[in-house]
């Protein structure tokens, strides 16, 4: 069973930047590990994804340019780099890790975090 740790939420103004981890237990079980988000009202929608061998990534096309992510594998850690945040981006940021190489649906994923909270005030 990998546990997916989320930390680094908070409340920041429109243009600010935040950067969120995600701590595995493990990564033996998965290929990729995606960051997904989801505001009230909507469905779950993916961010950005990487996979832990060769560290390709992809990204939705809204955050293309201003998030980045990246990771650590002697800390079995993923990072997002969040700039330039937006209003809209106000959601909660889900952790997940999934054997599908780079899957962009939440079914792609096995296991997801808690969620950490992301307020972005205009």
């Known amino acids: 069973q990998v546990q997916l740790v989320e930390s680094g939420g908070g409340v920041v103004q429109a243009g600010d930047s935040l950067r969120l981890s995600c701590a595995a237990s493990?990564?033996?079980?998965?290929?990729?590990m995606g960051w997904f988000r989801q505001a009230p009202g909507k469905e779950r929608e993916f961010v950005a994804g990487?996979?832990?061998?060769?560290?390709?990534?992809k990204y939705a096309d809204s955050v293309k340019g201003r998030f980045t992510i990246s990771r650590d594998n002697a800390k079995n850690t993923v990072y997002l780099q969040m700039n330039s945040l937006k209003p809209e981006e106000t959601a909660v940021y889900y952790c997940?890790?999934?054997?599908?190489?780079?899957?962009?649906?939440?079914?792609?994923?096995?296991?997801w975090g808690q969620g950490t909270q992301v307020t972005v005030s205009s």
């Open positions: 493990e990564r033996t079980f998965s290929s990729t």
């Open positions: 997940a890790a999934g054997r599908l190489p780079l899957a962009t649906a939440t079914a792609g994923y096995d296991y």
């Open positions: 990487i996979v832990w061998f060769t560290s390709s990534t």
